[in-house]
């Protein structure tokens, strides 16, 4: 028992150490020479070192920004008994099992059901195990950990089997071919943006190439800068009326000599570079673990096509990109004000998922309806990441509700229904939770087995096992 | 002059450098290879690859024009799953630099 009990602590609790054995296999079976197996593990454990303290600079940063915010409108700043880092260093290592569980489930779904499109956006992979994680944490308390690691890998693999699937007959009208899919938790904002865009123009008569997009906006890709410059303007907007002492007290904590207004303007740095850090962590140990996915993806199911990130659609429309960005950024901003004044809560611009969530949609949004299309998707996507901010950071407040402004839309339907299903089968003791599990995989069953009808009565390949060409002839076919 | 007995260090590059770079990285890697190029292939996001060296870079049109300076090469993609197209460009780019 004590060796268990030794595992479970120090390996299975320690997220940086699981993944680092996790990376060591994966490399391994690939059949690695030893220098790129020890290289590759060691950079991925340093990667989550790495992240976690990109987590606590972001999460300092984020607090010194509420608190500031909240004092300029008078609100409170949002409370919540537990963060992000606190939730890593006691979840992490349910987490990394999530990860690799939920995946080699997803590896099998898609050869079983023949779904055609294996997720390989490894950030998400990560995020997405963490919101689920949160979730049935949040929902059920501390449970065993073999319930948590099952019902999550059941949701997250469920979740990355069906996405890709159901916005498919979209995305081959936007990047016009089936070479990969769209593996991104934006889908559901890009498949409204897509089903509405018609109502507002339409991609030919309101082409977007036909609006010129100013150059001076182009720094703002670089999402570093704009969150800096963002959060900064907002900091220094917000001193002006907070209350003196909570800045004084806020800038004190920093260093007791600095002025509050340098310390606005360092604390919204601060902010960025917190992101910047726990990007760069994630990217370290994702570069050593995911092409391990997709060689034994690539060898496990053939005929499969890549999920992919988001960016792979932007070279299809660059200008909606910007037009895109620009609309989630402003109607974002705006809805920041109106929470303000209404006193509902303190917003927080994320400027990552303004950029490549409203960017995504816009593209989806331009494909079917224009410039008019790309510029609703922005606005509706500001909306849905306004109000998913502000529910999600209550829902988690007792876990991570830091990731609430870290989110994209679909981890927004996510942490509702895994905490609705939660809330309905409380009542129902311990395996209340693996209850949830069994009701998210029938739905996502049921979802599937419809959209594979209605996409196979479209004339939509639905299985991996087609063949490009059946699309060509068909999109040939119709010109 | 002959550039081919050293190693090629070539960036991938993306938003945030971490889902659509690392794709783009490992599609470097299977055209370079196809080349018969060695090469070292990188993939990071457009605020680090600013402050970076690299004998190519790999981006998408969007960020291109942010990241001249860092390569003499930069290379544009339009089609992150092209590996033949990629292998083209990349033809082109190393003959015009003396690496093939």
């Known amino acids: 028992m004590d060796v268990l009990e030794f595992i479970a602590n120090n390996i299975f609790n320690e997220v940086a150490i699981l993944i680092g054995l996790i990376t060591l296999v994966g490399l391994v079976l690939q059949r690695k020479p030893v220098d790129d197996v020890v290289g590759g593990a060691v950079r ?207 800038a004190a904590a920093y260093d007791p000599e600095i002025n509050s207004w340098v310390w606005g303007f360092i604390a919204a740095l601060r902010f960025a570079a917190g992101i910047a850090i726990l990007l760069y962590g994630v990217r370290m140990f994702l570069a050593e673990i995911v092409p391990a996915f997709t060689g034994i993806s690539q060898k496990a199911i053939p005929g499969s096509r890549p999920g992919l990130d988001a960016p792979t659609i932007f070279p299809v429309a660059p200008t909606a990109v910007m037009v895109g960005f620009l609309t989630t950024t402003v109607t974002f901003l705006i809805l920041m004000g109106v929470f303000a004044a209404a006193g509902w809560f303190v917003l927080v611009p994320p400027m990552i998922m303004l950029f490549f969530v409203g960017a995504g949609a816009a593209v989806y949004g331009n494909a079917f309806g224009g410039w008019r299309g790309a510029a609703l998707a922005g606005v509706i996507t500001g909306f849905a990441l306004a109000f998913g901010q502000w529910a999600g950071w209550h829902l988690l407040s007792d876990t991570a509700p830091e990731l609430a402004t870290l989110a994209d839309p679909d981890w927004y339907l996510m942490i509702l229904v895994v905490l609705g299903l939660g809330e309905l089968f409380s009542g129902l003791g311990e395996n209340a939770v693996l209850l949830v599990g069994v009701v998210i995989a029938a739905v996502f069953g049921v979802w599937l087995w419809i959209l594979k009808r209605i996409q196979r009565r479209a004339g939509e390949p639905v299985t991996g096992l087609e063949k490009e060409s059946e699309l060509t002839e068909q999109s040939s076919g119709e010109q | 002059m002959n550039q081919a007995n050293r190693e090629l260090k070539v960036l991938t590059v993306c938003g945030v450098g971490m889902g659509s770079s690392l794709i783009l990285r490992m599609n470097a890697e299977k055209a370079l290879s196809t080349l018969g190029v060695s090469a070292k292939v990188e993939h990071t996001d457009v605020s680090s690859a600013r402050s970076m060296k690299a004998d190519v870079v790999i981006a998408q049109g969007l960020h291109t024009d942010d990241l001249t300076g860092v390569a003499p090469v930069v290379i544009p993609i339009s089609n992150f799953m092209d590996v033949d197209g990629l292998r083209q460009q990349l033809d082109e780019a190393l003959r015009g630099q003396g690496w093939l």
């Open chain 1, 44 to 250: 991925a454990t340093v990667g989550i070192i790495i992240l976690f303290i990109g987590v606590e600079v972001f999460v300092g940063g984020l607090a010194s920004f509420q608190a500031i915010v909240a004092s300029a409108v008078g609100l409170d700043p949002p409370a919540a008994t537990n963060t992000l880092d606190g939730f890593l260093g006691s979840h992490g290592g349910n987490v990394a099992m999530i990860i690799t569980c939920g995946f080699i489930l997803h590896l099998a779904l898609v050869r079983i059901l023949k779904t055609r499109y294996v997720y390989l956006t490894g950030h998400l992979l990560f995020w997405m195990s963490l919101v689920v994680t949160a979730c049935i944490v949040q929902a059920f308390g501390e449970i065993d950990q073999w319930r948590l690691v099952l019902v999550g890998s059941i949701i997250v693999g469920c979740y990355w089997t069906v996405q890709p699937v159901f916005i498919a007959p979209m995305m081959r009208k936007v990047i016009s071919s089936d070479d990969w899919g769209y593996a991104h938790t934006s889908s559901s904002v890009a498949w409204i943006a897509g089903k509405v865009a018609p109502l507002a123009g339409d991609p030919k008569q309101h082409d977007i190439e036909k609006i010129h997009v100013p150059k001076k906006f182009s720094f703002f890709k670089d999402v570093t800068v704009s969150t800096a410059v963002v959060i900064g303007v907002i900091m220094l907007v917000g001193l002006i009326f907070a209350d003196s002492d909570v800045a004084a007290e806020q």
